[in-house]
């Protein structure tokens, strides 16, 4: 079974700082990732997710993830962060061939204005 | 995209007593539906499989009769916590993949408290 660690359980950032929020995970065979986030009172939004290709990938909200195959990371970045950013954050992952999503504990990033 | 909705959003329920809370693809049909439960300042942790016509399959460690799950149609699954009790007070999230089966979507999310 996958394993999903973030690193980050609660970021503080003022607007326009840059944003990088830490995933690592523990699973021998190929994987699919994802980060998913959850505005305050809303559904788990998907930002982006990684298949296959170029390891950079770009979502939505300006927001970017790379996979590092060798560091089993897939972290998130985003070069200026808005006050509309504060949300929770997480780390998914499913085994290539398996639809079951395994979730990092998640990062609560409050950015002030 | 595609819009799972979850029902209801907020439960307070008495200790022995059965809740059931609903999961439903609004604009697509879900062969598969997927049960979380959250805890607070933790991660989503998968309890079941949810599959259209056939009996869920449960993670290990999940009380299969404890948390009873019914996906009787292509749009409906429901997920019944029977005998509640204070431990079971949690946020549970359902998601559904669509048709192209890369993206999973999710539910609003249900807060259930047992008293």
């Known amino acids: 079974a996958q394993s999903v660690s973030q690193h980050n359980h609660h970021v503080i950032l003022s607007e326009a700082a840059s944003l990088e929020l830490g995933c690592n995970y523990s699973?021998?065979?190929?994987?699919?990732l994802f980060w998913y986030v959850q505005y305050p009172g809303q559904h788990l939004q998907l930002l982006l997710k990684?298949?296959?290709?170029?390891?950079l990938v770009k979502g939505i909200k300006g927001f970017e993830a790379e996979f590092i195959k060798s560091k089993f990371s897939f972290n998130l970045r985003k070069p200026s962060v808005q006050w509309s950013d504060t949300a929770e954050y997480f780390c998914?992952?499913?085994?290539?061939?398996?639809?079951?999503?395994?979730f990092g504990a998640g990062t609560t990033v409050t950015v002030r204005a | 995209g595609a819009v799972v909705s979850q029902h209801p959003s907020r439960v307070i329920c008495k200790s022995g007593t059965s809740v059931k809370i609903e999961c439903r693809s609004l604009?697509?049909?879900?062969?598969?539906m997927f049960w979380y439960r959250q805890f607070p300042k933790k991660s989503l942790m998968l309890m079941a499989t949810?599959?259209?016509?056939?009996?869920?399959?449960?993670e290990q460690g999940v009380e299969k009769d404890k948390f009873l799950i019914n996906h009787a149609s292509l749009t409906l699954s429901t997920l019944t916590v029977t005998s509640a009790h204070p431990e079971d007070s949690s946020f549970y999230i359902c998601?559904?993949?669509?048709?192209?089966?890369?993206?999973?979507?999710f539910g609003q999310g249900t807060r259930l408290t047992v008293v």
């Open positions: 998914a992952v499913n085994a290539d061939n398996d639809y079951k999503l395994s």
């Open positions: 949810s599959n259209e016509g056939s009996k869920a399959t449960y």
């Open positions: 604009d697509f049909q879900a062969t598969t």
């Open positions: 699973y021998g065979g190929t994987v699919n």
């Open positions: 998601s559904a993949f669509t048709g192209d089966d890369t993206e999973a979507f």
């Open positions: 990684y298949f296959s290709g170029d390891p």
